[in-house]
């Protein structure tokens, strides 16, 4: 079956706008994490949604990040005010079972100019 | 923080030969994962051990498990110059979620 897809694949925008990235998980995951990854470095967690519950937004950097995901199913992270410390590449997994094995979409690479 | 560091950062090795990647992490642990990255994009998930495991095998791939070292290997053997990568290790330490380490590059030399 498909995989985790995320869209844009690379998104360019200048300092100060909002940006959205997009995250359709694996049909039937209830699991899905956000993380951000620089370059050349490991992946830092943002935030992670399990099934109906309060999503973890224990990893989120500062108030102008924030994400949804709706019907328990697709997610969207919206970054506020953008800083060009936000550039990254941005991925999302999704997992069956609670910290089993994560299944990444192939990322959004954010570059703020 | 970091829960888990690799070891080394770097490795280079001549195809054929055998890779060692070294994981160390802080607290107490379910399970360690073991993920590829190619080229800075998505990961693999390559191999999961329990806290009650010490080793696990899945074909070229051998993972040890030593709790009370905190600390975790990854062996590929007969590598390939496919195996070129970032190898992280992942940790679930006990709270629902991964934390990643910082990664090995492995360099496989034709």
């Known amino acids: 079956g498909a995989g985790v897809s995320q869209s844009p694949s690379n998104k360019v925008t200048e300092k100060g706008k909002d940006v959205e990235l997009r995250c359709d998980p694996i049909?039937?995951?209830?699991?899905l994490y956000w993380y951000r990854q620089s370059l050349g470095q490991g992946l830092e967690f943002l935030i992670y949604f399990q099934g109906n519950s309060a999503p973890d937004k224990s990893g989120l950097p500062s108030d102008r990040f924030s994400a949804e995901r709706t019907g328990g199913s697709v997610s969207t992270l919206t970054i506020q005010r953008t800083q060009q410390e936000d550039s990254a590449v941005y991925l999302c997994?999704?997992?069956?079972?609670?910290?089993?094995?994560?299944?990444f979409g192939p990322g959004t690479r954010l570059t703020v100019t | 923080s970091q829960q888990g560091e690799e070891d080394p950062q770097a490795l280079s090795i001549q195809e054929g030969e055998n890779a060692t990647m070294n994981c160390s992490y802080k607290t107490s642990i379910n399970n360690l994962q073991w993920y590829r990255q190619n080229s800075g994009r998505g990961l693999v998930h390559l191999i999961l051990i329990r806290s009650n495991e010490r080793e696990k095998h899945s074909g070229r791939l051998r993972v040890t498990l030593d709790t009370s070292k905190k600390s975790s290997s990854l062996l590929i053997t007969a590598s390939r110059a496919a195996d070129t990568a970032s190898y992280f290790c992942?940790?679930?330490?006990?709270?629902?979620?991964?934390?990643f380490g910082t990664g090995t590059r492995l360099t496989i030399i034709p």
């Open positions: 049909s039937g995951h209830t699991a």
């Open positions: 997994a999704s997992s069956s079972t609670r910290v089993g094995e994560q299944y």
């Open positions: 992942a940790t679930d330490n006990l709270n629902e979620k991964l934390t």
